[in-house]
């Protein structure tokens, strides 16, 4: 079975089913009254250096939440130089609580190997990707406490096989590239005074010092952009919401619009001023042109075209 999560894949294992697993795998001592660091979120992340922890510290370590723990540990692979995934979660199969996560287990991005048979397909077109996975062994487990009702590293692994990414790399990494807040921020500023994406991506890598350094990708930008679309109004909305600034700029626009039973847009009519005043002087014939074929909303689009006759000749006036 198969977990979509943050569009990393995770096996599910129930719990009966999960051998218990030494918590010594770290080589540390820990010792019994070693003071707990609890941490509650990325907002609490400024007082740690993360560079310096130990597998000790990690052994100390409890989180608020699940997501604080793989946001921990994703911060600790940042600073390290490796990226990071979700792996195998444990849930609960008692009556009343199935599915609910009771540990889950993280891993470097390069840990497990290629499947040999996507190696050896016979029916390939295209040349395989590169390899990225080696078997590397770096791992954290973590386990929720019903008691505190927080979550300990029950496992921490930091055997690497392979090279760590250098410092001006790591923001490019599947775990930690992402558009930041501020950068959104300032992105919508430009784009606002009309910068094209590609000006955009380029400004970014001005202020950065290099394309690397930037912390995304330029098509992270595309799709902060089209989730921002999304997310705000739908094609419809945003249609009658642009008539309706026209309207601001043209005191002749006009457009009317109808509903269906579900109250989605069934019918949309707009004609601006200059095509409602070229159609007072030029009104001799009017053209019903219903020859375009639907498009992706299923909807038909209809042209109304004015003709007038001018020294025996047909002559176009408008169209609306």
């Not at 000006?199 to 098509?219: D, H, L, M, P, R």
Request: glycine content about 8%.
């Amino acid at each position: 079975m198969q977990d979509a999560d943050d569009g990393m894949s995770g096996e599910t294992v129930p719990v009966e089913e999960v051998e218990a697993m030494d918590s010594s795998t770290a080589d540390a001592d820990i010792d019994a009254e070693a003071a707990v660091r609890i941490v509650e979120g990325i907002g609490s992340f400024g007082a740690i250096e993360f560079s310096s922890l130990t597998a000790k510290d990690m052994l100390t370590t409890e989180f608020t939440s699940l997501q604080a723990a793989y946001d921990y540990y994703n911060e600790f692979g940042r600073m390290k130089g490796f990226s990071v995934r979700r792996s195998k979660v444990g849930r609960r199969t008692k009556q009343g609580a199935e599915g609910e996560i009771i540990w889950q287990v993280f891993v470097c991005s390069r840990e497990g190997e290629r499947d040999g048979k996507h190696m050896h397909r016979e029916d390939r077109k295209k040349d395989p990707r590169p390899i990225t996975r080696c078997g590397c062994e770096a791992r954290n487990k973590v386990h929720a406490d019903d008691a505190s009702e927080r979550w300990f590293v029950e496992q921490f692994c930091d055997n690497h096989n392979h090279p760590m990414l250098y410092a001006r790399f790591r923001g490019l990494s599947r775990s930690h590239r992402a558009v930041k807040e501020g950068d959104l921020h300032q992105i919508n500023s430009m784009r606002k005074s009309g910068l094209r994406v590609p000006t955009i991506f380029c400004a970014f890598a001005n202020q950065s010092g290099g394309f690397e350094t930037v912390g995304f990708e330029i098509k992270d930008i595309y799709n902060v952009i089209e989730k921002q679309r999304r997310a705000g109004t739908t094609d419809a909305e945003f249609a009658l919401k642009f008539l309706g600034n026209l309207r601001t700029t043209d005191s002749g626009m006009f457009w009317r619009y109808s509903l269906d039973v579900d109250k989605r847009l069934e019918n949309l009519f707009w004609c601006d001023g200059t095509s409602r005043y070229d159609y007072s002087v030029f009104s001799d014939v009017l053209g019903f042109d219903a020859t375009y074929g639907r498009n992706k909303y299923k909807c038909p689009l209809v042209i109304f075209s004015g003709w007038t006759i001018i020294c025996g000749r047909w002559c176009s006036a408008t169209t609306s």
